[in-house]
């Protein structure tokens, strides 16, 4: 499904990815671990599309297109989601608003039929229930006033929502209490673990990895992945940290 190739990429002048390569196929779920200040997130944003951020050397195919040939909407529109490490707020724009616009304009780039009104209803509420987070926060604007739970919620909500062929989730587990990590776990598997989906999955934590667990576990440092394995690797980088490896 995605195939990275000896990416490489800089912001403001500075390389940060150096030569990254991976390739998920449809069905798998794979983890992205490392220090802070790998490059994870850099790569969440090269590969959606950020203004910003150029790539200078490499490739990067989605579904047998050239991604990085494409505009971010048109990356959207083709099945890719990014869900944030720091979800952005949107004042003045409802979620409700926010989101079926999104689907909508997504619908009308793959030629299907926009949702309705109501049906977009159904489906968002649907979703909200599923995510534990309450409906009626899906009228509020767009993050503001949520908490760090909440806006991860939310984020997977507009994730089934969407209901993307590829999602990079980044630090979705970030600010998450035990209650709201193991939904958000839960979400992701209902939404996205099936055969013609896949995950690229960025955490710190094996915790995370004990709900949505993962097919290959990569570990990036210095802007490239150094080392690739099982499950196995994410229980071994908990009890022994990233400096051996990120030598
Ligand atoms: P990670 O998500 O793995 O913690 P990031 O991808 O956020 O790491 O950042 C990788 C490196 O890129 C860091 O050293 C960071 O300071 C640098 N970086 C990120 N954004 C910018 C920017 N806009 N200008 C300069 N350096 C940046
Ligand atoms: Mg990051």
Redesign the pocket.
Known sequence: MLQIDNLHAE??G?A?LKGLSLSLNAGEIHAIM??????????GYVLSGRP?YEVTEGSVTFEGADLLALAPYERAAAGLFLGF?YPVEIPGVSNLQFLREALNAQRRARGEEPLSGGDFIKRARAQADALGLDPEMLKRPVNVGFSGGEKKRAEMVQMGIIDPKLAIL?ETDSGLDIDALRSVGAGINTIMRKPDRAVLL?THYQRLLDYVKPDFVHV?AGGRIVRSGGPELAHQLEAEGYADIAA
């Open positions: 912001v403001d500075k940060i490392g220090p802070n200040g790998a490059g994870k997130s850099t790569l910003g490490q980044d960025i990036l």
